[in-house]
Structures are given as structure tokens and as C-alpha cells.
């Protein structure tokens, strides 16, 4: 307990009270940066739950693809007569409805806040708060992954394995590698666009930009075919850049069939790109304060 009696001479203390002067400033309470990332992250999770509507929208559109791309998978593999990749029917069943489940726990979508607020110049607030502005928007988009893959990802998951023969994770390793691997997925995604977002401190529109983002990273992260389905050139051009971090090696890990040693790989190779990203975020954020600084923002 602490009481400032500085000012009122011959008043007694408390047991195990001191004196306010007497105590350092680095001493005294204040939220620790772990404590002010979990509140930024469980509020992240409250705004998000308050659009039930949506969720309840966005669990039904993903069930509907979900029921789609199923069919054209087993499609594909009926014509072939074997399986593809290293997919057999249930673990290509796996893959469908992982990805329906991540898709909005993962955003592969992008954001547009931190472009909007280096616009308007609202990003100057951010500076001048006791948390670096990367970390805090990564709190937010935690607790916006946590929230859909509770309303959006988990009924995905149940419909899927009650109407469909789904592989699932062999193992508890596999279960807990892919939770893993879920969460540096989120990471991965949110650095990427996190450093998109921050172009628009040169750029006057990056909509295109964005665009660009979002064909390329949809198409190599796995999100409409398995990358092991893909030509050689083209699953050469997607081992080489961050997207299949983003989907495809959460996916391989809760189908089952990434497993082993090549569980650790995966893992490693996210674990690079989350660091990589979020590294290149810091650097180019840090170029944008000094130009901000210089115009006189």
C-alpha cells in the first residue's frame, strides 16, 4: 500500500506503508506491455462478438462453399482414381472444411485501419501511445481471430465431420502443432497486410495494391486448390513466399497429412515469415514515422 504524506507532517503510516517520494518511479504500478497486449486482445474479442448477424452470415456462406468445394474435390479425385498430392477422399474432405474454418480466423482479406488513420493522420495518436502501434493492432486482430473461429470455424468444422468421412488429426501432436500453426498463420496474415496498410504513408490510394494482395495470396496459400496439386513452377513460386504459411500449413497439419518431422518444418517455416513480416513491418512503419515527422505531422 502506498500513501503520499509528504505534504502532512507527523501522520502515522500504515503497517507495511511507505512513503510515495521514497519510492522510484520505475517502482510504482503500472500495466505491464504482456498485461496492455491481453486487454487490447480481449477487447479486439468483444468488438468483434457484438456483429453476431455476421457471424451467423459468415458461418452459413462458408458451410455453402464448403458443401461445393467438397464436391469438386471428390470430383477430381473419383476422375483420377487415386489420390493427388499425398490427398485421399477424407483428408481432401479435411482440407475443404479446415479452410472453410480458418477463412475467417485467418484474414486473408486485409484490413484498410491503418491506411484510413495515415491518411486522415490519426495514425500521429498512435505514436504517442504507451504501446507500439504494430503490437496493438496485432492485440485487436488476435481477439477479431479468436472470436470467428469460436462463432464462424468451430460449426464449420462439426458439420463437416457429421455429413462427411474427414480425416481427423492422428494424433495429439498433430492437434496441438495445428493450434500452433493456427495461431502464427493469424500472425503471418496480419504482418502482411499490416505492411501493405502502411504504403499508403508514400501512396495516395493503395486499393490496388491491396487488390493485388489478395489474388495473389488466395490463390498460393491454398485457399482454392491444395498447393500440392498446383504445376511445379507454380508450387515453386508458393513454397517461396509467405501465403501457404497463411493456410495451406495449418490445413496439412489438422488433416493429418503433414505429420512427423515435417510438423516441425511447417511450424519453422511460419515461424520464419511471422518473424520476417512482422521484422518488415517495424522497418517500414519506423521509415513512415520519420516521413511523417518531416512533413511536419
Keep these: 500500500m502506498v500513501h503520499d504524506v509528504r505534504h502532512v507532517p507527523n501522520v502515522p503510516l500504515l503497517p507495511g506503508a511507505v512513503l510515495l517520494g521514497s519510492v522510484p518511479l520505475c517502482a510504482r504500478a503500472r500495466p505491464t506491455v504482456v498485461k496492455t497486449f491481453w486487454l487490447l486482445v480481449r477487447a479486439g474479442f468483444r468488438r468483434h462478438s457484438t456483429y453476431r448477424l455476421a457471424l451467423l452470415a459468415g458461418m452459413t456462406t462458408n458451410s455453402v462453399f464448403g458443401f461445393i468445394r467438397a464436391s469438386i474435390l471428390l470430383a477430381a479425385l473419383a476422375s483420377a482414381g487415386t489420390s493427388i498430392g499425398g490427398y485421399d477422399a477424407p483428408t481432401a474432405i479435411a482440407f475443404v472444411w479446415w479452410g472453410q474454418a480458418l477463412l475467417g480466423t485467418v484474414n486473408l482479406w486485409g484490413f484498410a485501419e491503418v491506411k484510413d488513420r495515415v491518411r486522415t493522420g490519426d495514425i500521429a495518436v498512435d505514436f504517442l501511445r504507451p504501446i507500439d502501434p504494430q503490437l496493438a493492432y496485432l492485440a485487436g486482430d488476435l481477439g477479431r481471430a479468436g472470436i470467428n473461429l469460436i462463432g464462424r470455424g468451430l460449426p464449420a468444422i462439426l458439420l463437416g465431420a457429421l455429413l462427411f468421412d474427414m480425416a481427423p488429426p492422428p494424433s495429439a501432436v498433430s492437434w496441438a502443432a495445428g493450434a500452433v500453426s493456427v495461431l502464427l498463420a493469424v500472425v503471418v496474415a496480419f504482418a502482411g497486410n499490416f505492411v501493405i496498410n502502411l504504403l499508403a504513408f508514400w501512396l495516395v490510394e493503395i486499393r490496388g495494391i491491396t487488390l493485388l494482395w489478395m489474388i495473389t495470396g488466395g490463390l498460393l496459400c491454398g485457399l482454392y486448390l491444395p498447393v500440392p496439386w498446383f504445376p511445379d513452377w507454380l508450387r515453386t513460386v ?33 515461424v520464419f515469415w511471422a518473424l520476417a513480416l512482422l521484422g518488415l513491418g517495424q522497418l517500414v512503419l519506423r521509415a513512415g514515422r520519420r516521413r511523417l515527422e518531416v512533413q511536419g505531422g
Design 238 to 270: 508458393a513454397h517461396w513466399s509467405p501465403f501457404p504459411s497463411m493456410l495451406q500449413n495449418p490445413i496439412d497439419i489438422l488433416a493429418g497429412r503433414v505429420v512427423g518431422t515435417d510438423i516441425a518444418s511447417a511450424v519453422a517455416v511460419q
